[in-house]
């Protein structure tokens, strides 16, 4: 899979659709665990390291969020040893169009993020 790839607005969507549904539920999701719902849904394999996923995390933090002021769903994506998100993350949270503050963790987003979602 490639951002290129006609298939990538599809994964995008279904990868934001995954999210919100495990954001309601209040549960993080590790890397592997999204990558195997996607490939349930039958698209190409997404390794959950590096690579392809790191520009999905990022395209599901922008989706239907240009300006960055909403939760950035993506917070809830975390490795399975140390129940946190990478450190690209964490970058990204800092950069244009989030500009996340110097006292932003990334534990703060993720409970922004359930809340947003709970019950939906």
Known sequence: MKLTDPDYPAVLEAAVEILRERA????????????AKLAERHFDPIPPY????????????????????????????????????????????????????????WRDEQRVVFARYNGS
């Open 24 to 35: 309601g539920a209040g549960q993080p999701m590790t890397y592997g665990e999204l990558s």
């Open 50 to 105: 590096r690579g392809i996923m790191a520009y999905l995390l990022r395209d599901v933090c922008l989706y239907e969020n240009e300006d960055g002021r909403a939760p950035m769903l993506s917070a809830i994506v975390v490795n399975k040893a140390s129940k946190e998100p990478s450190e690209q993350f964490s970058v990204l949270a800092r950069s244009l169009p989030f500009s996340r503050s110097g006292e932003w963790t």
